[in-house]
């Protein structure tokens, strides 16, 4: 006599929809658009938040030296506007002048990069000038600028040229110092790999060093860029001759006692150095930031 178990009979169907996991339904696009909103706030959130507290700062400072009668010396943050980029005359001038101090920084800034960027080249291929050379970059570097400056105008003049002079002596060393870290710095087992298929050295630096190198470059072009800009008014600034820049505007404005003004002029020349490193910044991107990741 036989007997039936009792267990119960599952179908494949049934085995197939209890191990398949269930699908989730798609996130709406509304909570999508808050987490992007929310990432944004926590980005610009605190730098906006400093700012606030800057002006705030800024605004009591101001009113107290008002109070005592001396509101010259730090004038309210929106008088750079009113009396600085809003009046036709002064704004004017501001732009004139910062276009012409941008000529001559990025003129010393190219030329900068032209030295630098060869310098470290050779460096990198022959030792000898490396140990030959390398010093006088950092005596460059080490010479208070200020002090080469009445140098600069005794032998070069003081109008155009002697400006691209002093910039392209600030912005120097970054790029020779960055480069020849960075060519220096390929990894040994590529170097060994190119010498095994016997590769000359123009093929191991066109092919190996030089590309491995842009990063580094890059770095040294943001860092010379800010550079130059300094450069640019610190020459405007000594150097009256010629064409006046944004540094021979912030003088007039200083022995003038515009206060206001001269803020509004120190501002646009900050702004041309963020400008300016901005642009190499995105240029960077651009070049290798598809392909290195600086936390590698």
């Not at 040994?188 to 191991?204: C, G, H, I, N, P």
């Not at 580094?216 to 009256?240: H, N, P, W």
């Not at 642009?279 to 990741?293: H, I, M, N, Q, T």
């Amino acid at each position: 006599m036989s007997t039936t178990s009792a267990e119960p009979v599952v179908s494949d169907a049934a085995e197939s929809s209890a191990s398949t996991p269930p699908i989730e339904p798609p996130r709406p696009r509304a909570a999508k658009a808050r987490r992007g909103f929310g990432a944004r706030a926590a980005l610009l959130g605190p730098p906006l938040g400093v700012l606030v507290v800057l002006l705030g700062i800024w605004y009591a400072i101001s009113i107290t030296l008002s109070a005592s009668g001396k509101g010259f010396l730090m004038p309210m943050p929106h008088e750079m506007f009113t009396s600085g980029f809003f009046d036709p005359q002064v704004s004017s001038d501001i732009w004139i002048a910062l276009f012409r101090t941008t000529g001559v920084a990025l003129a010393g800034l190219g030329i900068a990069m032209i030295i630098g960027i060869g310098w470290a080249i050779a460096m990198s291929l022959a030792r000898w000038v490396e140990r030959s050379t390398y010093a006088y970059a950092v005596v460059l570097q080490c010479i208070p600028i200020l002090a080469l400056v009445p140098l600069v105008g005794f032998w070069f003049g003081y109008e155009f040229l002697a400006r691209v002079i002093v910039c392209v002596l600030i912005s120097l060393f970054p790029m020779v110092s960055n480069t020849l870290f960075g060519l220096q710095s390929v990894d040994k087992s590529q170097r060994e790999l190119f010498r095994l298929q016997k590769a000359d050295k123009w093929t191991v630096l066109t092919k190996l060093t030089l590309p491995a190198a842009l990063p580094s470059i890059f770095v040294g072009m943001r860092t010379s860029a800010g550079l130059s800009v300094i450069g640019a008014i610190v020459g405007d600034y000594f150097f009256r001759r010629g064409e006046p820049g944004i540094g021979s505007l912030i003088a007039n404005y200083q022995s003038r006692l515009q206060s206001a003004e001269l803020f509004a002029a120190i501002l646009a020349a900050c702004l041309l150095g963020v400008a300016i490193f901005a642009f190499f910044g995105w240029l960077s991107k651009v070049a290798v930031g598809r392909w290195y990741d600086s936390a590698s």
